[in-house]
């Protein structure tokens, strides 16, 4: 299948590198068009209010790839329309560092977003995120994206995973379905982990942002609040404190339906 990746940790993220390397492994023909520093957060932001710049370059990546100055749909728009030398398949949106479950999650994800930008296109479209903890992601973040060797044993295998369940799931969708499935990988994720569908967990959002600083600035500081999730229906969080990869299918042209 020939396939359009994007994310929304920026092209040098170890998650894009190992889901590249397991999809051409597993014979796919890839194209990376990927922001070029971190947008997590950032939603379904385009950037009105500036010229984008795009350039090719090797990255070591072992396709063609491309470096976006801008967002993850800025990417994925401007990929499809500019860069690509052919209408892609699908377009896969990851893996990210941290899990996108959970309304809050899915609503703000770059990830989430750069996948319903392929929707939006008219494209089959498949949002990857890998759970880690606290700990493990804060790790991460400092020591640059060096995830270690035990870390990244994790990664290869949820890449694995992604490389055989993605490119399925997107010969299924019709074109022009505005479907984005949305994939999360447990952590660890084991080499035989199920498959389950899920619904979001319903978990509201509360004080996103710290108390006013002397400097009147609020810092950015994610928590949680009441789980007002539906029983006896599985979440996307249930399922990955299972071992679960979880499956959630977000189905855009029902929004607003009677």
């Known amino acids: ?15 894009l590198r190992e889901l590249v390397r397991a999809l051409l492994a597993a014979g796919h023909e890839a194209y990376v068009v990927a922001p070029k520093a971190e947008q997590s957060w950032i939603s379904a932001a385009k950037s009105h209010h500036r010229p984008v710049a795009s350039a090719q370059a090797d990255r070591g990546l072992g396709c063609p790839t491309w470096v976006v100055d801008g967002t993850p749909s800025d990417s994925v728009n401007i990929a499809i329309e500019h860069l690509l030398p052919c209408r892609p398949e699908a377009v896969i949106s990851g893996i990210n560092i941290g899990v996108n479950a959970s309304l809050g999650f899915i609503l703000g994800s770059g990830t989430v977003a750069g996948a319903c930008e392929g929707a ?11 759970s880690f903890s606290v700990a493990l992601y804060e790790e991460l973040k400092r020591k640059g994206g060096d995830p270690g060797e035990d870390v990244l044993a994790v990664i290869r295998m949820s890449a694995g995973h992604a490389a055989r369940l993605a490119p399925d799931l997107a010969a299924r969708d019709s074109a022009r379905c505005f479907i984005v499935h949305n994939l999360n990988f447990p952590y660890p994720c ?44 599985l979440t996307d969080l249930a399922a990955l404190e299972a071992g679960f990869i979880s499956h959630t299918v977000l189905d855009y042209s029902k929004l607003g339906s009677i």
Do not use: C, W, Y
């Not at 296109?121 to 890998?130: V, Y």
């Open 1 to 15: 299948m020939r396939l359009l990746v994007t994310n929304d940790d920026g092209v040098g993220s170890v998650l």
């Open 120 to 130: 939006l296109h008219g494209l089959p479209a498949i949002a990857l995120s890998q």
């Open 190 to 233: 084991a080499p035989d982990a199920q498959l389950r569908r899920t619904v979001p967990a319903r978990i509201l959002s509360r004080g996103l942002f710290g108390a006013r600083a002397p400097d009147g600035a609020h810092k950015f500081a994610f928590k949680t609040g009441e789980d007002l999730s539906p029983e006896p229906l």
